[in-house]
């Protein structure tokens, strides 16, 4: 069936040239960076010829950069980064994004470990359409209203006008409980516990690769349980999910906790969060977990009969995580370089280059990376061997550093004849992050690998755990707010004000309430807007 989308105006949505639109770095096709910087190929790999080779392509990098540097415009940075590493590229419609490969094995190490924990939690996957029709959106007021500036509409289908429009998928609630309205009959049918993986197609008017764009993909879990006590439990052990997997996959100290009213999901009763502060101090709401409540089981009339015999709603959750999580790890870790990728989610953990100068070091070269190579994957390390031929190796260091491989394995002549390679740290700029006379020998030689990708790992969440928490600025008062906010910073404070009073100080700062945290202090405190006692502190801050 041919289905034709009919939107309020075309010409808002046509794109406008592509000079204006966006940097230099993305109006380039058919470019690979960085240019084959003139540096020679050491036939030998010592040290002095190693620091010569790093030191040239620091020379040169800063001479023909194509990455704008971070501190000097962050947005630029961002995109220069996404097209330069390979991640993405802008689609044929404006606001859609086309996932390379690089940037979808990053997606697909999300998902390689969140299909395991979902599974080990009960949950099965499932998939369900994307064309809902509109009626069902109606039927939730909130839902309805929350959704409906950003829903894209179908009309017209094999030529003819549709007798019901129907949504593309915003999200899955609604189609979900008309399901599980046909499926659950009893409580022996509960708890129904699903998940899909899908695409989402939200109309947004301000885009942004991977973070905001009108088709994005993700996860989504849908359950029903028979009991509040039930559902409430499965939404934060959802949250907890994602908080460990933020902490131990992506190196992002997120700051798990529940939404403000205002802030809550559409139709939810209460929404818990994951909150990352990115490389520019944003906030990034970087996963959701909904207690639903009885909200769309009322709505559809999902009901059980209980063991009593009574007829009841059920109560329900969803929760989800989607591709802005690449954007995170970008925003949270990433460098005037490039990327820097934590291991556990990098697409290529280890990188070799061979290093030869003369047609007869070329072949034991050759030979030693390829078995370094074979030691380091049948250890499980994802590694990549570029004996590629057309660009020196001092291009190549600076290529995958850009692309934010965590180990660099440097091969030449001497090493060869020593037994031994050199690694580098892309963590760890210059000499102090390389070592020299690593042994080839197999067990030595994936023990230190294996231990210096942990190191790297550790060392992200640190240094971004760091970095979050010297900009939380703890505030007794709306002027103290106001001024951390000013300076770009989070204002944690004790809150216990209005809806309206928060939708003031989004008003006047830009800021919103981005959780109050599961970790709070002890005692009444007094709200640093009204006066009042506050049982709470809620953290504030601009985000995307």
């Known amino acids: 069936m041919v289905v034709t989308l009919r939107l309020p105006s075309l010409t808002s949505f046509f794109s406008p040239s592509i000079s204006a639109r966006y940097p230099a770095a993305l109006r380039r096709r058919h470019h690979l960076w960085p240019p084959p910087f003139s540096v020679r190929a050491s036939a030998q790999s010592t040290a002095a010829e190693t620091e010569n080779r790093v030191d040239g ?10 990455v704008t540097p971070r501190s000097q415009d962050f947005n630029a940075w961002y995109l220069d980064v996404i097209d330069s590493a390979e991640l993405a590229d802008y689609g044929p419609v404006r606001g859609t994004m086309v996932i390379r490969p690089y940037g979808y094995a990053i997606w697909e190490a999300i998902q390689d470990y969140l299909n395991v924990k979902f599974k080990e939690t009960g949950h099965s996957n499932m998939y369900f359409p994307q064309f809902i029709p509109y009626s069902f ?13 950003e829903l894209a509409l179908v009309t017209i289908g094999g030529g003819k006008e549709l007798e019901e429009k129907l949504v593309v998928r915003p999200t899955s609630e609604t189609i979900v409980n008309h399901m599980f309205t046909q499926w659950i009959h009893s409580y022996r049918d509960l708890p129904l516990m699903i998940n899909q993986w899908a695409n989402v197609t939200r109309w947004e008017m301000r885009t942004k690769p991977f973070v905001r764009t009108l088709e994005f993909l993700w996860q989504e879990g849908h359950t029903a349980h028979a009991t509040p006590e039930e559902a409430e439990k499965e939404a934060i052990q959802m949250i907890d999910v994602y908080t460990k997997f933020a902490y131990e996959q992506t190196a992002i ?9 205002v802030e809550t999901f559409a139709g939810a009763d209460r929404t818990y969060t994951i909150e990352a502060m990115m490389g520019d101090r944003k906030a990034l709401q970087a996963g959701t977990s909904h207690n639903l409540g009885q909200n769309f089981s009322r709505a559809f ?19 989800a995580i ?38 007869d070091d070329r072949a034991g070269v050759r030979s030693a990376a390829s078995s370094v190579k074979e030691v380091l994957q049948t250890a499980g390390i994802k590694v990549k061997l570029d004996d590629s031929e057309q660009r020196t190796p001092g291009w190549k260091f600076n290529f995958w550093e850009m692309k934010g491989v965590p180990l660099r394995i440097e091969i030449g002549p001497r090493d060869v004849a020593s037994r ?5 740290r892309r963590d760890v700029p210059g000499k102090q992050g390389k070592v020299f006379g690593i042994s080839m020998e197999p067990a030595t030689l994936e023990a ?25 600025v703890d505030v007794t008062s709306y002027d103290e707010l106001k001024e951390a906010i000013s300076e770009g910073k989070w204002a944690r404070g004790p809150w216990s004000a209005s809806d309206a009073d928060e939708l003031k100080v989004k008003e006047e700062t830009g800021a919103t309430i981005r959780c109050f945290p599961f970790e709070q202090s ?23």
């Open 301 to 319: 009339g999902t009901q059980f009969t209980d063991e009593g015999g009574q007829r009841q709603h059920v109560w329900q959750t969803s929760w």
């Open 57 to 66: 392509g620091q020379r040169s990098r800063v001479q023909d950069r194509a």
């Open 420 to 424: 031994s390679v050199v690694i580098s």
């Open 322 to 359: 989607s591709t802005r999580f690449v954007g995170g790890i970008i925003m949270t870790h990433g460098d005037d370089t490039g990327l820097m990728l934590p291991p556990r989610v990098a697409p290529i953990q280890v990188v070799i280059v061979p290093i030869w100068k003369t047609d």
């Open 253 to 261: 100290p997120v700051i798990a906790g529940r939404k403000s009213k």
């Open 448 to 472: 230190y690998v294996k231990d210096k990708l942990d190191e790297i790992q550790l060392s992200l969440l640190g240094k971004a755990t760091s970095f979050r928490d010297s900009n939380i």
């Open 137 to 149: 959106i109606e039927k939730e007021a909130s839902h309805v209203e929350g959704f409906s500036p």
């Open 522 to 544: 002890q005692g009444i405190k007094t709200c640093l807007m009204t006066g009042n006692p506050a049982k709470e502190v809620a953290i504030f801050a601009k985000s995307y």
